[in-house]
């Protein structure tokens, strides 16, 4: 039977020096340092078998699979279906007052952590990526597809792989920036999981400016 691989790729560094919960919200292109994330991404992937090039319908995912797909003259294909998760919380401002996520007014947003109550269940999020993943299975067979993501879905859907509850810590989340979980599968059957990080020698100069992102997790 065919062996596939489908690379879930977290998009690098976001322009967002005002620390806005930038959400689903448009107009957040990569940094100077994201660009350099998304080429390095290319040149790991131009030893691979890369037959399709599948990204989230917003701008800092698209920008980070563009040097991929130009290198094997493929067209991004937009999925909503890889989108980042929904929020209630988009567009605040953190970084000039995190204790408003305290205020009364968001108390009810907080009554079920496990859904969670204030965003998108889990379980819709896995459902969906589980969607995209499989059609990509269907057009990459034999060889290798990548899907440029968001940490919140791809850690969602790892956790669901790995049998673990879909709730969890934000702070504790092993998927960096332009990182790759490799899903590789025997037919439709997954055999393995990896996780790696092709742009781990320059992740040391976003990690401050990245929530979820901590430099336990950065490998030298």
């Not at 660009?35 to 090039?53: N, P, W, Y």
């Not at 999020?125 to 990548?146: F, N, P, W």
Request: include cysteine; glycine fraction near 8%; aromatic fraction near 8%.
């Amino acid at each position: 039977m065919d062996i596939t691989t489908i690379h879930l790729v977290r998009h690098g560094e976001v322009d967002n020096p005002e620390g806005v919960l930038y959400g689903r919200r448009p107009g957040f292109h990569l940094t100077e340092l994201g660009h350099k994330m998304a080429q390095k991404l290319g040149e790991t992937f131009a030893d691979h078998d890369i037959r399709a090039v599948i990204t989230s319908p917003l701008e800092r995912a698209i920008e980070t699979g563009t040097p991929t797909a130009q290198h094997f003259g493929l067209e991004i294909q937009i999925d909503e279906r890889v989108i980042e998760a929904d929020n209630k919380f988009e567009g605040l401002d953190i970084n000039s007052d995190r204790w408003q996520l305290a205020q009364p007014k968001f108390w009810p947003w907080y009554v079920n952590p496990l859904e969670p109550s204030w965003g998108e269940p889990y379980k819709d999020v896995v459902a969906r990526m589980s969607g995209a993943i499989s059609d990509a299975l269907t057009q990459a067979s034999g060889g290798e597809a990548v899907i440029v993501s968001h940490q919140l879905p791809i850690w969602t859907m790892r956790r669901f792989i790995d049998r673990l509850p879909l709730a969890h810590d934000p702070r504790k989340r092993e998927c960096s920036l332009a990182s790759v979980t490799s899903l590789t599968f025997v037919g439709r059957q997954l055999i393995s999981l990896d996780y790696w990080e092709p742009v781990g020698d320059i992740l040391a100069l976003a990690a401050d400016m990245v929530p979820g992102t901590s430099k336990a997790q950065i490998k030298k």
